[in-house]
């Protein structure tokens, strides 16, 4: 019997593997993906209940004092309004991030939790300019706050935050255009992001761009600018600077928890032509959008620790206490950190004198 041996023996045919991926086992990493799903959901509970518990407590204590309302906490009760907002969202957040299923919510919640996520973006820094553009005219053109406002002033913050949330709409437009739950693949989990098709690749870049020089940008330099005038006139008139401190503060903890996510995004729009991009982007936006989240939960916190007035109104609301009117406390705003600014030096001469003459032991406060 005669074997042939030619065939596969002789054959020098050579195969390109090049375009073999591997990509579950590179870039999903499903230890890295098991760990994610755990860690995510837990950070998002911990925020859902500590700003959920935060926030009730602050609007619960502005809607005991709605009679005696001053103007900063117009701007507190419309950056509390944006935060239980994206609360709201974070359960679903947290699903996508747990289950194996990813995001199985439809369309239309993708579309208005990611427009939320935004808004709140949005709203906070543009409120955080109102508020830093208030204090700077009323302070470079007298020093101190007015106790007793015109009613000019609440119609005009009122106009300025409905602007905020009418600007704030319009910038998410792209999320409610673009925004929907991925297909599910061999390899991923259907996930709520922008999806853009080949006809519409064109549109990524003018909304980033937007969210970067309007949402960004603008808003940051305007916060500096303000600020640093701010610090500038009451160290000048030798007045404590606590105005600045609270807009620092409070515009400090917003960049270090929002920063992240929009340099991850800038870096984004960078390479977005580039074949990595969808890699890069995968890897370090749930991580930094998680972080923005967070932020969400820190304000009544910042309040509960810093502000005397809302620490002293927390505790009545807890105890069942009614504040004390005739103290001055129901008029005083929830705004305030630490103690009253000091007064005038006019003021100051004045009370020195009012105090050598009447002989009294208690401390005058300032107007």
């Known amino acids: 019997m005669d074997v042939d041996v030619g065939g596969f023996l002789t054959q020098n045919t050579t195969y390109d593997y090049s375009d073999y991926e591997y990509e579950y086992k590179d870039d999903l990493n499903p230890k890295g993906l098991r760990i994610m799903s755990v860690l995510i959901p837990v950070l998002y509970s911990v925020v859902l209940l500590v700003g959920l518990l935060g926030n009730a407590l602050l609007l619960f204590a502005l809607g005991l004092r709605r009679k005696h309302w001053r103007i900063s906490d117009i701007f507190v009760l419309n950056l509390a309004i944006s935060d239980a907002l994206l609360l709201g969202t974070l359960p679903f957040w947290a699903a996508q991030a ?3 299923s990813g995001w199985c919510f439809g369309a239309a919640l993708c579309k208005i939790c990611g427009a939320i996520f935004n808004m709140n973006f949005y709203c906070g820094i ?6 830093s553009l208030y ?3 009323s302070i470079i053109h ?3 706050l007015p106790v007793h406002h015109s009613h000019r002033e609440p119609m005009l913050v009122h106009a300025s935050c409905l602007a905020v949330w009418l600007v704030s709409l319009l910038l998410t437009i792209p999320d409610w255009i673009f925004l929907e739950p991925t297909e599910p693949t061999t390899q991923t989990k ?3 992001v922008h999806t853009y098709t080949t006809s519409s690749a064109n549109w990524q870049l003018g909304p980033r761009l937007l969210h ?7 808003p940051t330099a305007t916060l500096v600018v303000c600020c640093s005038g701010i610090l500038l006139r009451l160290h000048f008139k030798n007045l404590k600077q606590q105005r600045a401190v609270t807009l620092l503060l409070l515009a400090g903890v917003f960049f270090v928890f929002w920063l992240p996510y929009n340099v991850t995004l800038m870096v984004d729009t960078y390479r977005s032509s580039s074949k990595d991009s969808q890699r890069s982007s995968f890897k370090a936006l749930p991580a930094t959008f998680a972080l923005a989240c967070v932020h969400a939960c820190l304000r009544p916190v910042i309040y509960v620790f810093l502000s005397g007035n809302f620490r002293k109104w927390t505790l009545a609301v807890l105890r069942c206490e009614a504040a004390d009117e005739s103290k001055g406390e129901v008029r005083s705003s929830l705004w305030e950190l630490g103690v009253r600014e000091k007064a005038l030096p006019a003021q100051n001469h004045e009370l020195e004198n009012l105090k050598q003459t009447t002989g009294a032991e208690q401390p005058v406060q300032s107007a």
């Open 98 to 100: 747990a289950q194996q």
């Open 126 to 131: 543009l409120l955080l300019c109102c508020i």
């Open 135 to 137: 204090h700077y005219l």
């Open 142 to 144: 007298s020093v101190q």
């Open 190 to 192: 259907p996930l709520c």
């Open 212 to 218: 970067h020089v309007l949402g960004l940008l603008v």
